[in-house]
């Protein structure tokens, strides 16, 4: 799945996500702008139809109830009224009274009005709503066929009283609207985002190159100053173990020799100088593998590890080392756990003042994993000085470049956890 890592993928990625997002924030504002816009012409309808068809056409007497007044109107103006949306048509008065409708059964009916349409009888002007078609006077309204909108307004009649004038419009026309506005800018948004992925993908892929190119360079110069530093521990480390390592040798020889020929106090003195050389000899040896480790395929990374952590158990430090799963391992992975072991190790050596610790290398997965774990006394993240363990943050940018993790745990008085993943391939 590296490909997941591209960053040409992830732009492209990215580009689709915010593809779909403006498509739906662009479909849900075009919905909106189209309902208002279909709400705010079938207002403009209901009140051009209103003030300029039904107010100059009621008749006196309508507002107490004459037929022949209901029966002139009906005739006059019905056909004026059921325009375009226009599904049907009531006048109301104050009193909840519907006075005419083209449902000729509701004529006479009284129901109570609610408070926006008092509010619309009161003061004037044009509200609208969907229609509640479960209300007893929209039962002939239900058979139409999907949600209507009605809109009042306000009329008087030739005796001066206000009147409820109201219309119910399909939505058809609402979904129409927003249809249209969403066939308007859909494609100039769409084209838009698509124009800017298409033009910024090849800049994206350039800039990508160039730092994978950046990033290959930074790994070989790392990778150039590590075997620069190997190669002078490997000469510095043959210079002590031919040079001093083999005086030291030769003069422990020597005193052994010259105190089995000699009797008395001074015997004990020279086997006590022997002594001491002999230790500083061991330490001396132990530094040799601390400045350059042996050829881990040749003697093992198990072998090294013990060559490592003598210095702790010689130093009453107890020490539980297990190391599995680097035979087939391959040298570079093998060489980066090594590495950090030896960081970690000597962490634990000058810093900790641990009386226990455990190091493990296993495998897991395609990773192999080394865990430096020591019960000292810890340190709180973010207080230390630049030149604290700068040797594990060195270790730390080799294993990013290998494409592996290293984390490191602690806490003031509860120790140290160091865990690395190398992945094997």
């Known amino acids: 799945m590296r490909w997941l890592k591209n960053p040409v993928v992830q732009f492209l990625a990215t580009g689709f996500v915010m593809l779909v997002v403006v498509l739906v924030a662009t479909s849900a504002l075009s919905r909106s702008a189209a309902d208002e816009e279909a709400v705010a012409d079938a207002r403009s309808l209901t009140r051009v139809l209103g003030t300029s068809v039904a107010e100059p056409a009621v008749p006196?007497?309508?507002?107490?109830?004459?037929?022949?007044?209901?029966?002139?109107?009906?005739?006059?103006?019905?056909?004026?009224?059921?325009?375009?949306?226009?599904?049907?048509?009531k006048i109301w008065d104050v009193g909840g009274t519907v006075l005419y409708s083209d449902r000729t059964e509701l004529i006479g009916a009284v129901y109570p009005l609610d408070e926006d349409e008092l509010e619309v009888l009161r003061d004037g002007g044009t509200d609208a709503e969907l229609s509640d078609l479960s209300k007893p006077e929209n039962r002939f309204e239900r058979d139409v066929g999907g949600d209507l909108l009605e809109v009042y307004t306000r009329i008087e009649s030739p005796e001066g009283e206000p009147l409820l004038f109201e219309a119910y419009l399909g939505v058809d026309r609402i979904r129409e609207s927003?249809?249209?506005?969403?066939?308007?800018?859909?494609?100039?948004?769409?084209?838009?985002?698509?124009?800017?992925?298409?033009?910024?993908?090849?800049?994206?892929?350039?800039?990508?190159?160039?730092?994978?190119?950046?990033?290959?360079?930074?790994?070989?110069?790392?990778?150039?100053?590590?075997?620069?530093?190997?190669?002078?521990?490997?000469?510095?480390?043959?210079?002590?173990?031919d040079g001093v390592v083999q005086d030291l040798a030769g003069s422990s020889m020597a005193l052994s020799t010259v105190a089995a020929r000699t009797a008395g106090p001074d015997r004990a003195q020279l086997e006590e100088v022997g002594r001491s050389l002999r230790v500083s000899m061991r330490s001396l040896r132990s530094l040799l593998v601390e400045i350059y480790p042996p050829d881990l395929h040749t003697a093992g990374l198990a072998a090294a590890v013990d060559d490592l952590v003598a210095p702790l158990v010689a130093a009453g430090i107890e020490v539980d080392a297990d190391v599995s799963g680097d035979q087939d391992a391959?040298?570079?992975?093998?060489?980066?756990?090594?590495?950090?072991?030896?960081?970690?190790?000597?962490?634990?050596?000058?810093?900790?003042?641990?009386?226990?610790?455990?190091?493990?290398?296993?495998?897991q997965g395609g990773a192999l994993v080394l865990e430096v774990v020591d019960d000292g006394v810890g340190?709180?993240?973010?207080?230390?000085?630049?030149?604290?363990?700068?040797?594990?943050?060195?270790?730390?940018?080799?294993?990013?470049?290998?494409?592996?993790?290293?984390?490191?745990?602690?806490?003031?008085?509860?120790?140290?956890?160091v865990r690395v993943e190398v992945p094997l391939a």
């Not at 109830?65 to 209901?70: S, T, V």
């Not at 769409?190 to 990033?215: E, K, N, Q």
């Not at 002078?232 to 043959?238: D, G, H, P, S």
């Not at 993240?381 to 490191?408: I, K, M, N, Q, Y």
């Open 60 to 89: 006196r007497g309508l507002v107490d109830g004459d037929a022949a007044a209901i029966d002139r109107l009906d005739r006059t103006a019905l056909d004026r009224l059921l325009v375009d949306d226009v599904l049907r048509i």
């Open 178 to 241: 927003r249809a249209q506005v969403l066939a308007r800018f859909l494609p100039i948004t769409i084209g838009s985002i698509l124009a800017l992925v298409v033009l910024s993908t090849p800049l994206v892929w350039l800039l990508s190159r160039r730092i994978s190119r950046a990033a290959r360079e930074r790994e070989q110069l790392l990778e150039a100053a590590v075997r620069a530093s190997d190669g002078e521990r490997l000469r510095i480390a043959r210079d002590l173990h």
């Open 379 to 417: 340190f709180a993240p973010g207080t230390l000085v630049a030149t604290d363990r700068f040797g594990l943050r060195a270790a730390e940018s080799l294993v990013h470049e290998h494409g592996g993790s290293l984390e490191v745990e602690s806490a003031p008085g509860s120790g140290t956890m």
């Open 330 to 363: 391959p040298r570079s992975a093998v060489a980066l756990v090594w590495r950090v072991a030896q960081e970690a190790v000597r962490n634990v050596v000058r810093h900790s003042r641990a009386t226990r610790m455990s190091l493990t290398v296993h495998r």
